[in-house]
C-alpha cells in the first residue's frame, strides 16, 4: 500500500468536465493546494473520485464479474479466456490482474475520498447555496468512503454472518503518508465504519435525483444491502421500505424492461456509474465487452450462461428475462445473456453500472420480511418483482428465502450478487450441468479459504502490519 499512498499524496487525479457530469475524463493532475483551494477546484476532485469507480479493476469489470462467474449461473466459456482464474477459484497473492488490482484501485479512489472530508472544512463560504454545495461534496466523498471499504470488505474478508470476527482489509479513514502501514481491520470494524460513514452522509446529501451521484436514497438503497449483509433484517426491512414508498424511483414497466439495460438513468437506477466512449477510449474490459458475444456486439465472449440458469430461466416461457438470451458461436438458443449490450448508439464498452437499481430493493426488502417473519410483506416485495416480469406467475403466499433468492438469481444476474448471496447466506457453490469446464471446482461453501481473495504479495512485501489469509 505504501507505493500507492505516496503517488496518491503527491498528486490526485482530476477529472475534467465541460458541461455536466457526463463529460468525465481523467485528464490532469492537480497538487492539494489547488485541489481544495475553493468549492470549484473541489468540484472537480469529486468528479475524479467519482471517475476512479469507470476502471475495469473495478465497477465497469472487476465487481461485477467476481460475483457471478464464482458462482453457479455464469461460467467461463472456454479455457484460456480471461475469466478463467476466477471462475476456477485459482487466485493467488502474486497474480495482478484481479484482487490485486481492484486494491490498488480502490485505496486509490478511497484516497481522494479521504482527501476531500479532511480539507473541506477549511474551505470558506460565501453564500447559503454554496455552503449547501460544500456539504453536498464532503457527504458524497463520505458515501464513497462507505462503499470502497464495503466492496473491500466483502473481497477480502469473510461474510458477516459467517465470522465479523474475521480480518478483512485495511480501515483507512486519513489521508495515508508514505511511513504509515495500517494493519488489517475485522469485518465488523470495516461494517461499522460502513454504517456510520453512510448515515453521516444522509445529513449532507440532496434528496433530489442526482444522475451518476450520490443523493440520500442512493445512500438509503445502500445501507438497505448493508444491513441484509450484517443480519440486521428489522433496518433493513425498514430503509428498504423507505426508499420503496417515498423516493422519486420506481420500476421499468415489463414492456420496456429489456430495454432499459440500453438506456441511461432509467426510473429504477438509484445510482449507476457513468461511462461514455471518451472515459476510456480502447477499453475492452468492462464487462459488457467481456460477456458480449463476438459475432453479435463484437466482444470478447467470455462468459456464458450455465445450463442451469438457461433452464431456471426458460422454464417459465412468459417471463420477459427470456429475451436476453443470445445464441453462442455454435448457434445453441441461450448461450449468452445479453444484460450488457451498450447504450443506444454506442458499443457494449459503454455501458453505464448501475452499482443499485430499484429492483434489488424490493428485493431486499423481501428477504428482510422472510427472516423476520412477515410473510404479507414478503409475498407484496417479492410479488412486485416476479410479477413484473411475468404476470402470469403465481407469486407464493409465504415466500421462503429459496423463494427470494431464485428472484435475485434471475433479476440481478450479471450485476454482481450471486456469489455474496450464496455465501453470506451460508449456501453452497454447486457447479451442474454440461457446459462446465473440466476440473471445475464445486461444492464450496464459505469455509472454503479460495472463496476470499489473498491480500496481494506486492502490499504484503512492504508492510510489516499486514498479514495473509489463510490457505495462501
Known amino acids: 500500500m505504501k507505493k500507492i499512498i505516496s503517488i496518491l499524496i503527491l498528486s490526485l487525479v482530476i477529472a475534467s468536465c465541460e458541461e455536466d457530469f457526463l463529460d468525465v475524463s481523467p485528464s490532469e493532475s492537480l497538487p492539494p493546494t489547488e485541489a481544495f483551494k475553493d468549492l470549484t477546484a473541489i468540484s472537480q476532485t469529486v468528479l475524479g473520485m467519482y471517475s476512479g469507480l469507470q476502471e475495469a479493476e473495478y465497477y465497469s469489470y472487476f465487481m461485477m464479474a467476481v460475483p457471478e462467474v464464482k458462482g453457479d449461473d455464469f461460467q467461463t466459456r472456454q479455457t484460456g479466456k480471461r475469466t478463467q482464474g476466477l471462475y476456477m477459484f485459482n487466485e493467488t497473492p502474486e497474480a495482478t490482474n484481479g484482487g490485486g488490482d481492484f486494491w490498488d484501485q480502490a485505496y486509490y479512489v478511497l484516497n481522494i475520498a479521504n482527501s476531500i472530508i479532511e480539507n473541506i472544512d477549511a474551505v470558506e463560504t460565501e453564500t447559503a447555496d454554496d455552503e449547501i454545495l460544500k456539504n453536498q461534496y464532503k457527504g458524497e466523498a463520505l458515501a464513497m468512503r462507505a462503499l470502497i471499504h464495503f466492496d473491500l470488505a466483502r473481497i477480502f474478508g469473510k461474510p458477516y454472518s459467517v465470522d465479523n470476527s474475521a480480518l478483512a482489509a485495511p480501515l483507512v479513514i486519513t489521508v495515508q503518508t508514505v511511513d504509515d502501514d495500517p494493519a488489517r481491520a475485522t469485518v465488523s470494524e470495516m461494517y461499522n465504519q460502513v454504517v456510520s460513514d453512510f448515515t453521516q452522509s444522509l445529513n449532507l446529501l440532496p434528496t433530489g435525483i442526482n444522475d451518476g451521484r450520490f443523493n440520500t436514497w ?143 430493493v424490493y428485493l431486499n426488502a423481501a428477504e428482510a420480511a422472510v427472516k423476520t417473519n412477515k410473510p404479507s410483506e414478503a409475498n407484496m416485495y417479492l410479488g412486485n418483482i416476479m410479477t413484473r416480469a411475468n404476470p402470469t406467475i403465481i407469486v407464493p403466499a409465504s415466500p421462503n428465502l429459496n423463494d427470494v433468492l431464485t428472484e435475485r438469481r434471475k433479476e440481478l444476474a450479471l450485476e454482481g450478487h450471486r456469489f455474496f448471496d450464496l455465501m453470506r447466506n451460508n449456501l453452497t457453490v454447486v457447479r451442474e450441468g454440461g457446459r462446465h469446464l473440466l476440473g471445475v471446482p464445486t461444492g464450496l461453501t464459505n469455509s472454503d479459504h479460495r472463496t476470499i481473495f489473498p491480500i496481494p504479495e506486492k502490499e504484503m512485501r512492504k508492510s510489516n502490519s499486514l498479514v495473509q489469509n489463510p490457505g495462501y
Open 218 to 360: 442512493t445512500v438509503k438503497a445502500l445501507l438497505s444491502r448493508v444491513y441484509l449483509y450484517m443480519e440486521k433484517n428489522a433496518e433493513s426491512l425498514t430503509i428498504a421500505k423507505d426508499v420503496i414508498n417515498n423516493s422519486p424511483y420506481s420500476l421499468v414497466p415489463n414492456a420496456e424492461y429489456v430495454g432499459s439495460f440500453r438506456v441511461d438513468f432509467n426510473s429504477e437506477r438509484i445510482f449507476e456509474i457513468v461511462n461514455t466512449e471518451a472515459d476510456n477510449p480502447g477499453q475492452r474490459e468492462t464487462i459488457g465487452y467481456v460477456v458480449g458475444p463476438s459475432f453479435s456486439t463484437g466482444g470478447y465472449g467470455a462468459v456464458i450462461t450455465t445450463q442451469v440458469f438457461e433452464d431456471l430461466i426458460s422454464s417459465e416461457p412468459n417471463d420477459v428475462r427470456n429475451l436476453m438470451f443470445d445464441e453462442d458461436d455454435s448457434g445453441n438458443a441461450k448461450g449468452y445473456f445479453k444484460k450488457w449490450p451498450g447504450k443506444l448508439g454506442s458499443s457494449v464498452v459503454t455501458n453505464n453500472i448501475p452499482v443499485i437499481r430499484l429492483s434489488e
